[in-house]
């Protein structure tokens, strides 16, 4: 296989220009077409091996309309059998999901004017029950099979983290919290574990979640990382008896909010200091510190200080390489935003089915995202480039 021209990174530091993106999609896809197929030959190409069982037929030009603009695909024939790339299927598991969502709501007379104008724009007037159950069968089954597959190895760190979702529940309009958990294994692999749905986030929600978890067998569990939620702290220890770290993000949210608009810089540079430490004693020992400067003017934010120490700060425990990921839930950003744009185009789910269908679909997709990323990673022997740039990229890829 031919070495890329140009390195990944490279590409992506030219900045977002069409030309640019489509190049750099182009040369990716390629790449896992690539791939895919010295797996089902088992040899790469020109290689002689007792071990390969099929060979390269030429190739066949496909154009991809993608959201960078139409590309030019050779897609690789094989001389027995066929081959075609899983990212042309006409529609993605996740744009099915939305459609069927969108279609249940207009059924069951749910819809808003906003929904009316979606299902038009979508041309899927005259759409019936029987259609909608089909297409939601399929999906609920890929998306049942990936919440409930098994967990296998060790998962050393955790991150749940809950977006809102509105749905009709006996008659009325509630808002009811959609929990995701993601975790990375000790080989670096990061996967979405799971999702649920639940009006209340008390304790036993929080126990049923990672019970059952447990049971498709979660295991290895060092930290689990989330915003402060009563329950979850009280289930973890219950169920996982792993520490526990509250997001600091979410920390230095709460703890602003006890300074006034003028002094939230000064407050936040001088927690700051804490966590510029370069190991847990120290880290500990200017926090002890600052609160007891900031105990006169704020005397709230001090005493929240002294509650929270050993929660925030947990993540002084860990490897140093790993402290930046695991001292917030920020990895789960963008899977959040992700929920919420596409959420936001439904508005008010059916039921709650509608929106594990629809969240369960992303998530599906996200892994499989996350698996293309490390696998490009792999090939190309890159191990630096950043989560950003990766996003660049699959943005482009999935879409």
């Keep these: 296989m031919a070495k890329a ?23 990716i896809v390629q790449r896992v077409m690539d791939f895919e197929i010295e797996q089902r ?47 042309l299927e006409p529609r993605r598991t996740a744009e099915k999901a939305l459609v069927a969502v969108v279609q249940e709501a207009y059924i069951q007379g749910v819809s808003t004017r906003s929904v009316d104008e979606l299902v038009k724009a979508m041309g899927m007037t005259g759409i019936s029950k029987s259609q909608v ?3 939601c069968g399929e999906i609920d089954e890929r998306v049942g099979a990936f919440l409930n597959r098994p967990i296998e190895g060790d998962w050393p760190y955790l991150w749940i983290d809950a977006t809102y979702v509105k749905v009709r529940q006996a008659g009325r309009i509630v808002s009811v919290a959609v929990i995701i958990a993601v975790a990375v294994n000790t080989d670096g ?33 060092k930290l689990v990382i989330s915003d402060a939620h009563l329950g979850l702290k009280a289930a973890i220890a219950k ?9 600091r993000v979410h920390f230095m949210r709460n703890a602003l909010a006890y300074a006034g608009k003028g002094q939230r810089q000064m407050v936040l540079a001088m927690i700051n200091t804490a966590f510029a430490q370069e190991s847990a004693e120290a880290a500990r020992s200017q926090w002890d510190v600052v609160a007891d400067q900031l105990r006169k003017k704020f005397p709230k934010l001090a005493d929240m200080m002294e509650d929270t120490k050993l929660d925030v700060l947990a993540f002084f425990d860990f490897p140093k390489a790993h402290r930046t ?12 935003a992700e929920v919420k744009r596409r959420t936001d185009v439904v508005g008010i789910f059916p039921n709650d089915a509608a929106i594990v269908r629809l969240v369960g679909a992303l998530m599906l997709e996200q892994n499989d995202e996350w698996q293309l990323q490390r696998r490009y990673m792999q090939l ?20």
Excluded at 13 to 23: F, I, P
Aim: charged share 30%; hydrophobic share 35%.
């Design 189 to 221: 692999v990061r996967e979405v574990l799971g999702v649920n749905v639940g009006t209340s986030e008390a304790e036993p929600f929080w126990t049923d979640f990672l019970r059952s978890l447990t049971r498709r067998g979660l295991r290895g569990v």
């Design 380 to 399: 190309e022997g890159l191990k630096t480039v950043s989560d950003n740039q990766l996003h660049r990229i699959s943005a482009v890829v999935n879409r």
């Design 5 to 27: 021209s140009m390195a990944l990174a490279e590409l992506v530091e030219k900045g977002a220009s069409d030309d640019v993106v489509r190049e750099l999609l182009t040369h």
């Design 41 to 87: 030959c088992g040899a790469e190409y020109g290689e002689r091996t007792v071990d390969r069982n099929n060979s390269r037929n030429g190739y066949r030009d496909r154009l991809w309309e993608t959201r960078a603009g139409a590309i030019d695909l050779k897609i690789p024939k094989l001389r027995k059998g066929s081959y075609f790339p899983g990212f």
């Design 325 to 336: 990921q695991i001292a917030s839930t920020n990895p789960l950003e963008r899977v959040n």
């Design 239 to 247: 169920v996982i008896k792993a520490t526990w770290q509250r997001c």
């Design 133 to 135: 159950s089909r297409l």
